[in-house]
């Protein structure tokens, strides 16, 4: 017998383990670069890199929905030389880097529709942001982030949410490689992971939907629950009773945009933490670091996964909240579920006073260098999670031996 559970505002760390230590099922979700919110994330990021490349301070605000052989562009853009920007051909690379490539399938990067509707920020909004003293500079919008990191996986992340991301991620690359010829680009997948006394025992259910060329079904199931087992082989927790449901529906072979719209930020769980914890509801694609829906909550899981490595609890979630135009936030909250070895009050005192984590967003932003990408890039951030990636900063442990030396 297995329980679900929901949490009260009123219960105690304690009460809150001994649900967590319950015996139970949890499942999260990944989707593919080619599901059509995905290649909507993508595009938006892909027009925010190239503003970046061009000035650093430029606040973008970028949407994107994508349709069959259809992209539209709208939002709020101020930047210094946008006007040499073909956002057109901005679309048209990304669509190819993700592997439509087909015109008869409805959506290629051969030929669609683009329409165009991006203007300048309003001031309204840019003048709470930009201060005469840069290190004021306020938040670029009101309301919650939420950063948590576990450390029931080296990624500091849920087991359900790496396994359904790797599934991807390996399909993906199969693709490309050409090794699975019929696979198209839009996907998802889903694990569905036991836990007893609060550590993943088993993996229940694999359940994996990828768009593939018109080939029996046989030959799918086959070949992708063979990818499916290797991939989650490492965990050590594939069993006899293990259930793989692959194309559960027989046939997936209209997909992408041709097959169901796609818009910008519509995947923020699968973004972040898999459903386990808190979420805002603000996503990140598409938006410059000024807004702090997006680099706020790069700097909370920056925090909570140094927190949670630096062993001051085995769960940290972090809430910090802000008024727009205002560079303090009102509030940080911290939460570690009854497993912190120090007071979670001391937590938030230490992070509120910014001596090792500065949640003001101009120092934020300069911490983690969000407005000069190196070896990362915000386009492809967004794809298979924005967190547990090895190559972007918020992703960093560098501030362990000082959590310890101030809290231990």
Known sequence: MYCCFVFREDESGKELMSKLNARHIYTSESVSEGHPDKVADAISDAVLDACLALDDRARVACETACGTNLVVNLGEITCRGFETLNTKAIAADVIKRIGYDDPTEGFSYHDFAYVNNLHAQSP?????????????????????????????????????????????????????????????????????????????????????????????????????????????????????????????????????????SGVTGRKIIVDTYGGVGAHGGGAFSGKDPSKVDRSAAYYARYAAKNIVAAGLAEKCEIQVAYAIGVARPMSINIATYGTGKVAEEKIADLLLSGEIFDFRPAALIRDLDLTHPKGWSYSGSCIYGHFGRADVPWERIDRVDALKAALL
């Open 124 to 260: 309204d909004i840019n003048r709470g942001v930009d201060r005469a003293d840069p290190e004021d500079q306020g938040a670029g919008d009101q309301g919650m982030m939420f950063g948590y990191a576990t450390n029931e996986t080296p990624e500091f992340l849920p087991l359900p949410l790496v396994a359904s991301h790797r599934i991807l991620s390996d399909l993906a690359a199969l693709r490309h490689q050409g090794a699975i010829g019929y696979l198209r680009p839009d996907a998802k997948a889903q694990v569905s992971v036991l836990y007893d006394g609060g550590k993943p025992v088993a993996i229940t259910d694999v359940v994996c939907s990828h768009q593939t060329r018109d080939v029996p079904e046989t030959q799918i199931h086959t070949d992708l629950e063979a990818v499916i087992r290797t991939t989650l082989a490492p965990t050590g927790l594939l069993t006899n009773e293990t259930r793989f449901h692959i194309n559960p529906t027989g046939r997936f072979v209209i997909g992408g945009p041709a097959g169901d």
